[in-house]
Each structure stands twice: as structure tokens, then as C-alpha cells.
């Protein structure tokens, strides 16, 4: 049939030459940022936005991050006030998201901002995405390139064992450095959406303020919100101190555990290490035929909270 012709791409690795063309042309790429790998399409393109949001079999009432190079590019697109500004010159290039007013003829898709009046704006740090948006001379959507409701991918094998199929290509980058979603950040009003790569202390101190946070589940304002999310495809029980026969155990610190997300107690490395540890925990389990990821306890400070937060959507009842 058509419809499953134009559904079924075949995605295979491209070079960023090629990546750039087939962008510019509309077609459906990933690449590695800092964080994770983003699926990207022209952001002035409707058809390939809609691609997208089919690819990753996501809800389309969901808006996308806007990634662009620089803080030029950006302000075409977006109203800075006072607080962005300083939030941009201390984070930018880096894993922080800006939910801000739209700028009159910003030229996006609606598909993107989900006819909202707002655009999350992020200038990535990894120089492949760099230099991709720099090719391209275009703001890219990108989500993470993961189905919907899954792991986010913090490598290309992880994007071509699951999205891989259903898009035109991708960029093959390596490890992301930082391997949370970006800390998602609204200013007006000021609230943190999401937490992620950029710690909620380290934005008090540019703000000079206490930041309010805007994570209440049920009113979903970010994917990251919906309770279960991140999930890994079996059963995922957390703040196990000690092995089980059932269970592949995820270990941090002193809990040693079948795998670790860092022997020497490092939230940073754990971070990185997060989506990657519960893709192999699950290939563990499976192999060794037990039935369940048991996640060691993770100190609820700095990016231990960004951490902590995916995992408790991990463990979440699936919808
Ligand atoms: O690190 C990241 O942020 C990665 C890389 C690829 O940049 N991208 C990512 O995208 O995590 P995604 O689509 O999985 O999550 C983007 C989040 C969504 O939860 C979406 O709802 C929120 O950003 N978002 C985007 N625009 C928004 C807006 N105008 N208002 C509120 N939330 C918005
Ligand atoms: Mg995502």
C-alpha cells in the first residue's frame, strides 16, 4: 500500500553533507546534540514537522524545541525579556530550553509550536549539531529521536533500533556528553517546566531568585510531564539497596549493582550514563530471563534531580 510505502523509509547513517541536503529538502533526520539525539526537520516546513510527529508515533498537541545556531537566529523567532537575556549569555550554547513569546513573521510551522503563542528555543552545544544548523542556515524541530513514550536515545544504535525504520536517516555522533533533556524554562511567567542537563541551583544564581516550579503531573504542558515516560519495556522498581534473583540491578555509588550509573557515586557520568544503563539493563534482563530493572537510590541534589525525575517516570504505571 502507499500509505505504508510513504510510512517506511529505511533510514540508514548519512555523512553531515548529506544530512544538511536531505534537511533542506524536507526529508527527516537525526543527529546528536549534548543532551540526546534530536530527530530534525525543517521548522518552516509543515510536511516534514507532521513527518516527525509521525515517525515518533507522538500525540500532535505536543510542541517541539526549536534549535538554532546562535543567539541571532534566535531572536528572529522570539521576544527576549530581561531574564532570557541572562539566561541565554550563561547557558547558550548548552542543555537549556527557553519557552518565550513568539516574534511576528517568525516564518515556523504552527505544526511546531502547536498553535501555541510561545517557541522553545535552544542553541545545542555538540559541534555536529552545530555545524548541521549552520549547513542547513535553518531553525530545526527536533525532538528526541525515540518512539513516543520510550528511552531517549543517547546513542545512534539506540536511534536506529527504534525510530530507525521509520525515517530518511541519521548522523552518527557518538555518546552524548550530557545525555538528560535539556531543563526546559518558561519566562513569563517565570516556571521550570522540565527538568534537565542545566541544574534549577545553577539557574537561581543567574536570576538572583527562587525559580517556581511548574511540574505538576496531569497538567501536561511538556511531554516530560505525562507520568510515565522515559520507560524502558519492562518493569522498573527504584531505590533497591540489594540484589534480587527477578531483577537486573542498575547500580550508583556504593550499591554496586549487575551495571552501574557510576561506581564512584558521580551524578554528572550518571546522567550521561542514564538512558544507555536502562537500554542495556533491559538487554541484560531479557537475556538472562528476568523480569524487572531495579534502579539503586539516587541523592535528590543538582542533576540527581533531573535523574531521579526520569526514573520515576520510568517506574511509573505504563497508561
Ligand atoms: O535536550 C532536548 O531538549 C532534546 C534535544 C533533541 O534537543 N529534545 C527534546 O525534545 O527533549 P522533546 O520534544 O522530546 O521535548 C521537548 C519538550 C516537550 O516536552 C514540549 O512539550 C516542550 O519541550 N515544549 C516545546 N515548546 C514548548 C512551548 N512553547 N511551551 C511549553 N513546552 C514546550
Ligand atoms: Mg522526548
Redesign the pocket.
Known amino acids: 500500500m502507499a500509505s505504508t510505502e510513504t510510512r517506511r523509509h529505511g533510514g540508514a547513517p548519512v555523512s553531515l553533507d548529506v544530512a544538511a541536503e536531505m534537511l533542506r529538502a524536507g526529508r527527516i533526520v537525526a543527529f546528536p546534540?549534548e543532551?540526546?539525539?534530536?530527530?530534525g526537520a525543517l521548522a518552516t516546513d509543515g510536511q516534514a514537522v507532521a513527518r516527525v510527529f509521525e515517525a515518533k508515533g507522538?500525540p500532535s498537541f505536543?510542541?517541539?524545541?526549536v534549535?538554532v545556531c546562535d543567539q541571532e537566529a534566535a531572536r528572529a523567532l522570539a521576544v527576549f525579556d530581561a531574564d532570557a537575556e541572562a539566561l541565554a549569555a550563561r547557558f547558550w550554547p548548552g542543555?537549556l530550553?527557553l519557552?518565550l513569546p513568539l516574534r511576528e513573521g517568525h516564518g515556523l510551522s504552527p505544526l511546531v509550536?502547536?498553535g501555541?503563542d510561545?517557541?522553545?528555543l535552544?542553541v545545542?552545544a555538540a559541534p555536529i549539531a552545530r555545524d548541521l544548523l549552520k549547513r542547513v542556515g535553518a531553525p530545526i524541530a527536533?525532538?528526541?529521536?525515540n518512539l513516543s513514550g520510550r528511552l531517549?536515545p543517547t546513542r545512534a544504535a539506540h536511534v536506529a533500533e527504534g525510530v530507525g525504520p521509520r525515517i530518511d536517516g541519521w548522523v552518527d555522533g557518538g555518546v552524548c556528553a550530557v545525555g538528560?533533556?535539556?531543563t526546559?524554562l518558561?519566562t513569563q511567567p517565570l516556571a521550570l517546566?522540565?527538568e534537565?542537563?542545566v541544574t534549577a541551583e545553577e539557574i537561581e544564581a543567574v536570576l538572583g531568585r527562587p525559580l517556581p516550579r511548574d511540574l505538576t503531573p496531569g497538567r501536561v504542558?511538556?511531554?516530560?510531564?505525562l507520568s510515565s515516560h522515559y520507560a524502558p519495556g519492562l518493569p522498573v522498581r527504584l531505590d533497591v539497596t540489594e540484589p534480587s534473583a527477578d531483577a537486573v540491578l542498575v547500580g550508583f555509588g556504593p550499591v554496586a549493582g549487575d551495571l552501574t550509573l557510576s561506581a564512584s557515586g558521580d551524578l554528572r557520568e550518571a546522567a550521561a550514563a542514564l538512558f544507555d544503563t536502562l537500554h542495556q539493563a533491559e538487554l541484560r534482563a531479557r537475556a538472562l530471563g528476568r523480569g524487572r530493572i531495579d534502579v539503586a537510590p539516587i541523592p535528590e541534589r543538582g542533576l540527581g534531580r533531573a535523574i531521579a525525575d526520569r526514573l520515576r517516570r520510568a517506574a511509573a504505571p505504563r497508561p
Do not use: C, D, F
Open positions: 546534540t543532551t540526546v539525539y534530536g530527530l507522538r505536543n510542541p517541539l524545541i534549535h542543555p530550553t519557552v509550536t502547536a501555541l510561545t517557541v522553545g535552544r545545542p527536533a525532538p528526541s529521536a531517549s538528560l533533556e535539556s526546559i518558561r517546566l522540565r534537565g542537563g504542558q511538556a511531554p516530560g510531564q
